[in-house]
């Protein structure tokens, strides 16, 4: 009987973290101290956000891999994102690891999307090591959030020696680490001597042939497809003759025709690879994330790697306006159905479907910020498309509708506390928890369904003047809540094509709020602005002031128009209703009504108030 061993080469570790506790600045300062950068070279900060999108939002999206050397043991580090929505790239990343570190802000404590990635980390049995990080700051509460963390890890069910974890102090600004909140620290010496010592290093069976479980994919424009992930069993040389085991279907022949493997940031060649190395393989183009590479002698497949479903489906179409194609190069239902199959392939949490139309598609994931993301991805690569509301995806069972339910925390000032309630509680929100430490804060929990958060976000930061902290997580699916507005207020619909005036925006601005400014091109049906009642009203902001004999020198040009917020994706996402959308272009994001004609619009009115009655 074969013996499984640890190969003590390599360690493979994932860090956790909430967005903003100081992540990927600590990953940049273990770059610079196992040696990775020469003497006096250049580095650029946050180094693992590579994406622009990352760079500018400060937050991970994808999940990467990098390594550091220390002691001649290869430290394998994996960058998880910190925000639910990117559920997708947690579950294969976490695939990847024997370890994991939690990072956590000394002053906020864990937070929700902490809570969630932990949750996985601790599912798989991983090696858990806690840091708490910003001990500097005037806040610190190191103390009392290591009491937040025992209690995070008795509520998420761990087991007696999961709560026996090794801990460290951290500024990871400065680049220090210690054993405890007081002293001062010199480097991170002891955090990489900690991995070493307490994450065990790959188990694996030397009596197995060769096996790799595909937890990423890549492109290269002179190598194809490359597969990325962790080697499970077995040895590996390039030009080896192996095969990949497909979800459903035979196995597909592959010749490996370059093998290489993460050097610091970089991948390099490499003529072999052990059990636990990450490896990057190049030679095949049919395979998917969960995919095995196994030899041709013995194909056996390992467990796939299992995402939580959707929750939330959106319609991608084309631009159907009257300003479609003047601003994006890449317009043709083809080349978006292409680009949206592309990302299911490397975002294992995104589903595409075919709609009724060939113009059209259902795209599915985790929720409305994962939909922003991809959709802001797309338009930077120069697509225009069109865009509807996020919508919830229910389920049925015995006949009961079910819908997905959200744990909701909320970090405010106790004097926003009432306007936050009653406006969470309108949307069919039950409070479940409030805890409040004395110092003007107070931190409330609430289940709530994911259709109340669907455009909520922006409300609340005006309600709390924008010092308020709003976070969740799926809890599962429950009963439906019943309906409810999700907007109090019209839109401002165009009546017909042209340029925005001054003088016509100046008049309707007692109207309601304008999202165009003079000199923008409008189509009728396009949304102008957001009317005060409840109602949609025709609208002609292109009109202009009638002339007479009457006239004072430079009188009618002093027009001044309130100023106009940029419009966003994530707030034109929120505001749109059920028969509207949103049109995305490289350069603009406008908001239009689904049908453009205001004739049409008022005969299907007209027949619905008709069938009401």
């Not at 013996?3 to 390599?10: A, F």
């Not at 990847?96 to 601790?122: C, H, N, Y």
């Not at 007081?182 to 010496?189: A, C, P, S, V």
Request: charged content about 30%.
């Amino acid at each position: 009987m074969s013996s499984r061993i640890n190969n003590q080469k390599v360690r493979n570790i994932a860090i956790i973290a909430h967005v903003d506790h100081g992540k990927t600045t600590l990953v940049d300062a273990m770059f610079k101290q196992s040696g990775l950068f020469r003497e006096g070279q250049s580095v650029d900060e946050r180094i693992m956000d590579s994406m622009d999108l990352e760079r500018e939002r400060g937050i991970t999206i994808a999940a990467k891999n990098c390594s550091v050397t220390w002691k001649g043991v290869k430290i394998n580090i994996i960058d998880t994102p910190g925000h639910a929505d990117f559920g997708g790239e947690v579950e294969r990343s976490l695939s990847m690891a024997d370890g994991a570190i939690l990072l956590v802000d000394a002053s906020e404590g864990p937070l929700p999307q902490t809570r969630f990635v932990l949750k996985k980390a601790l599912e798989q049995r991983l090696a858990l090591m806690v840091v708490i990080n910003k001990v500097d700051r005037q806040d610190a509460r190191p103390d009392e959030v290591l009491d937040e963390i025992y209690d995070l890890f008795i509520d998420l069910d761990a087991r007696e020696d999961q709560l026996d974890f090794p801990l460290l102090y951290a500024v990871g600004r400065d680049g220090i680490a210690m054993k405890t909140a007081e002293e001062r620290g010199e480097n991170l010496h002891i955090l990489l001597d900690m991995i070493i010592e307490k994450v065990p290093g790959p188990v694996h069976d030397p009596a197995e042939p060769f096996q790799m479980l595909v937890s990423d994919l890549s492109y290269s424009d002179y190598l194809g497809r490359l597969a990325i992930g962790r080697v499970h069993h077995g040895k590996v040389r390039s030009n080896d003759v192996l095969v990949c085991l497909p979800e459903n279907g035979k196995p597909i022949p592959l010749k490996l025709t370059k093998l290489q493997t993460y050097d610091g940031l970089k991948v390099t060649p490499t003529e072999t690879c052990e059990p636990g190395d990450i490896v990057v393989i190049a030679g095949i183009e049919d395979v998917h994330i969960g995919d095995t590479i196994c030899t041709r002698e013995s194909p056996k497949a390992l467990p796939r790697i299992t995402v939580d479903e959707p929750t939330v489906a959106m319609k991608f179409g084309i631009n159907t306006s009257p300003l479609a194609g003047t601003e994006g190069k890449l317009v043709q239902a083809g080349k978006i159905r292409e680009r949206l199959f592309k990302e299911t392939l490397l975002n294992v949490a995104i589903q595409v479907e075919e709609s009724e139309t060939r113009e059209s598609f259902i795209v599915k994931g985790r929720g409305e910020f994962q939909m922003a993301i991809l959709v802001e991805q797309m338009r930077r690569e120069g697509f225009e498309l069109s865009v509807g509301r996020p919508e919830v995806i229910f389920k049925h069972e015995n006949g009961t509708r079910l819908e997905p339910i959200e744990h909701l925390y909320v970090d405010c000032d106790e004097a926003f506390m009432g306007i936050v309630t009653e406006k969470l509680s309108s949307r069919k929100a039950r409070m479940t928890n409030m805890v409040n430490h004395g110092t003007g804060r107070v931190r409330l929990e609430f289940s709530v369904p994911s259709r109340s958060l669907i455009g909520y976000r922006d409300e609340f930061l005006t309600d709390t003047k924008g010092t308020g902290l709003m976070n969740s997580y799926l809890e599962g699916y429950g009963e439906y809540r019943g309906d409810f507005p999700s907007r109090y207020t019209g839109s401002l619909v165009a009546d017909r094509a042209g340029k925005a005036v001054a003088y016509g925006l100046f008049n309707l601005e007692p109207r309601g709020r304008i999202f165009v400014v003079p000199g923008d091109a409008i189509y009728e049906g396009m949304i102008i602005g957001e009317h005060n009642r409840d109602n949609d009203i025709n609208v002609n902001p292109a009109k202009e002031k009638k002339l007479t004999n009457m006239r004072a020198s430079g009188k009618d040009e002093a027009v001044i128009l309130t100023p106009v917020k940029p419009m966003t994706l994530e707030f034109a996402l929120n505001f749109i209703k059920d028969d509207e959308m949103v049109e995305v272009t490289p350069k603009s994001i406008r908001l239009r009504k689904q049908q453009l004609s205001a004739l049409v619009r008022h005969r299907e009115d007209g027949r619905k108030k008709k069938a009401d009655a």
